[in-house]
C-alpha cells in the first residue's frame, strides 16, 4: 500500500514538474499587420509636426516569461509609407530620402529583452534603415497579453518608442527644412502560434 502511494506522488509530482516546463516555455508570436502601425515625427521648418505611417508590416516574437528573456523580428514596406499627402510620399520614396527601390524594406531585429517584473520594458537591437544598420533600443510605454476578446486566442499588444538621428542612416537632405531628430513609435498586437 505504501508502495503504491509513493508511485502515485511520484506521478503526480512528475506529472506539476512538466507542467511547469510546460508553461515556462518560450511562447511565440506572429505580428498582426492590421493593427500594427509603425511611424515617425520629423518636425517641418520647426513650424510643425509631420508624421508618416507604414501598412505594411510583417514579424515575429519570442517571449519567454519565466526566463525573462525573448526576441523580435519586424519587417517594413518601405513603399507603404503614407503621410496623407501624395507629392510628399512620393519624395520621400525617392532618393533623397528612403530610396524605396534601392532600399525596399526597413528591419528591426532584437535579441534581447529586457524585463521589469514580469513585463518586458525594453528591446535592444539593430534598425536597417536606407542600408545602415545601427543598434536602436525599443522602450515599451505600454506592454499587456491576455486572451483576445474577438479572436479568442492569446494576444500581446505593445506601444514602443526610439528616438534616431536621420543623418546616421544616411537621410540626410533637406537639413533646413527637416529635422535631423526622429521619433520612432510602433503600436503592435501579436498573436500567440498554437
Given at each position: 500500500?505504501?508502495?503504491l ?43 510643425s ?103 479568442k ?7 514602443a518608442t526610439?528616438?534616431i ?12 527644412a ?11 498586437e ?5
Amino acid at each position: 500500500m505504501k508502495k503504491l502511494m509513493g508511485s502515485a506522488w511520484l506521478v503526480a509530482t512528475l506529472g506539476l514538474g512538466f507542467t511547469a516546463l510546460a508553461q515556462a516555455a518560450p511562447e511565440h508570436y506572429v505580428l498582426d499587420n492590421s493593427h500594427t502601425y509603425p511611424y515617425f515625427e520629423v518636425t517641418h521648418l520647426g513650424w510643425s509636426t509631420t508624421r508618416g505611417l507604414f501598412h505594411k508590416t510583417s514579424g515575429k516574437a519570442v517571449l519567454d516569461f519565466a526566463a525573462k528573456t525573448g526576441s523580435v523580428e519586424v519587417v517594413i514596406d518601405a513603399a507603404s509609407l503614407d503621410t496623407a499627402f501624395a507629392k510628399r510620399d512620393e519624395h520621400l520614396r525617392g532618393e533623397d530620402f528612403f530610396d524605396v527601390a534601392k532600399y525596399p524594406t526597413i528591419t528591426y531585429k532584437a535579441d534581447r529583452i529586457k524585463f521589469e517584473g514580469d513585463k518586458p520594458i525594453k528591446a535592444e537591437g539593430q534598425l536597417t534603415l536606407h542600408g545602415v544598420t545601427n543598434p536602436v533600443t525599443l522602450t515599451f510605454t505600454r506592454f499587456k497579453c491576455g486572451e483576445h476578446p474577438i479572436a479568442k486566442k492569446p494576444y500581446c499588444g505593445a506601444d514602443a518608442t526610439a528616438t534616431i538621428k536621420r543623418s546616421d542612416f544616411g537621410m540626410a537632405a533637406f537639413p533646413n527644412a527637416v529635422s535631423d531628430e526622429v521619433k520612432l513609435s510602433i503600436a503592435v498586437e501579436a498573436a500567440r502560434e498554437p
